[in-house]
């Protein structure tokens, strides 16, 4: 969660919003007494386009639903079929940590949503809000997500920094002893001695330093090439995670535009996700395109990650025909591990492995989003039930700290 300055244009490397139900988030923000620092974000107009008509979409799960007319007016009624789970997800689960709501992790978000509203729903809400939030196609997510966050949002409201998303972070590490830009290429347990050698590049030289405990607060996908010897809960729990990709284009404009955020249904020809248009406020103006899971998938097979701008400007310039005297240059982003992919079943996988870690000291322990929920709020989370559990593990009192941390 921080920002990156890609060809002079300032873009997030993840998260651009946070959202007041995130426990731990707010808990920090408040230890930090960064509050002053919150800046809240209204919820922006969106569209949906689908192949002959557009409607207005939301993340809020509200009225609005009951008069969209693109849905059937039988699924607009069967929408009051969620509210008795929406009533128990907002009082048994906890939206930081999904594994909360086990109890519906056994059939895809499809399953859950044609059996409960409506095939419909899927197609024209669902999926258009899930493939571009979260670049997530229905059939491949638990419905326990959907359940554990829009269960909590009511009553809550979306915020940023007014120093930016990476703020809370920059904050943090400024308290720490981090080395920056060290990259990790082995953790690595010695069979005759306590502790854990870790071997990193720094700078463009080699470095190894010998710890009592590793923290491995990585994308979990990366977790199965950096740590050598592993255990058979580690090996058997590194199998059953599963990453998504994501592909964004930013065409920078030479002038200042109106913003707008247009979704679009699985059924549409666009090969993009999301099309937004940001004016130039504190960053220069242009056109955010979020390319869709099929686009995707296409670019990783053909290898186009350096020329998705010119794969998808065709699409563009149907849209805007005046883009060749618009447009100043573009910048493509991939980013290989998007979100953790919390398929149908792996709330069970998760459980067996967090239950192993806290079952006796270790000296390798994980945390992040795909241990607890594939947000902001689950990560900090995650690293807040580790730290009080090492606490515990290693007799540690609070105030009390190792005799040296170091964060690679
Ligand atoms: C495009 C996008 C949009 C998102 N939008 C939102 C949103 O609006 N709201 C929200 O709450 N969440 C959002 N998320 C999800 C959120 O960003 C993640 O859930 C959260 O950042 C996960 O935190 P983490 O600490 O678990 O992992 P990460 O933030 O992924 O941190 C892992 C860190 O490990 C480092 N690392 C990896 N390998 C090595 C190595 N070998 N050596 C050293 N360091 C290494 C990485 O550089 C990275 O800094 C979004 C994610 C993406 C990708």
């Known amino acids: 969660m921080r920002q990156l300055d890609m060809g002079g ?70 929408l009051a079929k969620l509210l008795p789970d929406l009533i128990r997800a907002r009082f048994f689960t906890d939206p930081d940590d999904m594994t909360t709501c086990s109890y519906l992790d056994d059939e895809s978000m499809q399953s859950y949503f044609s059996r409960k509203v409506g095939e419909d729903f899927i197609s024209k809400v669902v999926d258009p809000l899930f493939r571009g939030a979260r670049s997530w196609n229905a059939e491949d997510v638990s419905p326990a997500f959907f359940l554990s966050t829009t269960a909590h949002t009511a009553g809550h409201r979306a915020f940023t920094f007014k120093q930016g998303i990476g703020y809370l972070n920059q904050q943090l590490a400024s308290m720490l002893n981090v080395s920056f830009g060290a990259i ?32 491995c607060a990585t994308e979990g996908a990366k977790i199965a090439e950096l740590v050598k010897n592993q255990t058979a809960e580690e090996t058997r729990f590194m199998k059953t995670i599963r990453y998504n990709s994501l592909g964004i284009v930013y065409y920078i404009l030479k002038k200042d535009v109106d913003h707008g955020i247009t979704f679009f249904t699985r059924e549409h020809p666009s090969p993009l996700a999301i099309l937004e248009t940001v004016p130039e406020k504190d960053n220069k103006p242009h056109l955010f395109c979020e390319l869709s899971p099929e686009t995707v998938t296409e670019v990783a097979n053909d290898d186009l990650r350096d020329g998705m701008d010119q ?25 290989e591990h998007m979100l953790p992919v919390f398929y149908p079943g792996y709330i069970a996988a998760i459980r067996q492995f967090i239950d192993h870690q806290d079952s006796h000291p270790q000296s390798i322990y994980y945390c992040g989003d795909y241990l607890s929920q594939a947000l902001v709020g689950g990560a900090c989370d995650s690293g807040k039930r580790l730290a009080s559990l090492i606490a515990r593990h290693h007799s540690l009192t609070k105030g009390a700290t190792l005799s040296e941390t170091r964060q690679v």
């Open 9 to 78: 244009l300032r873009v997030n490397s993840g998260a651009r919003v946070l959202f007041t139900y995130y426990k731990s988030v707010m808990e920090l923000i408040t230890e930090l007494g960064i509050e002053n620092e919150v800046e809240y974000v209204g919820m922006s107009d969106m569209v949906c386009e689908d192949v002959n008509t557009s409607y207005p979409v939301s993340f809020a799960l509200n009225l609005d639903a009951l008069f969209n007319s693109a849905l059937k007016m039988t699924t607009r009624l069967r």
């Open 184 to 215: 990790v290429s082995r953790i690595e347990r010695k069979s005759n001695e306590p502790g854990v050698n870790i071997q990193y590049t720094k700078d463009g030289r080699s470095e190894s330093l010998h710890a009592d405990i590793a923290i």
């Open 311 to 335: 794969l998808i400007i065709h699409e563009i310039k149907k849209r805007r025909s005046k883009l060749d005297q618009e447009l100043d240059y573009s910048v493509n982003q991939w980013i």
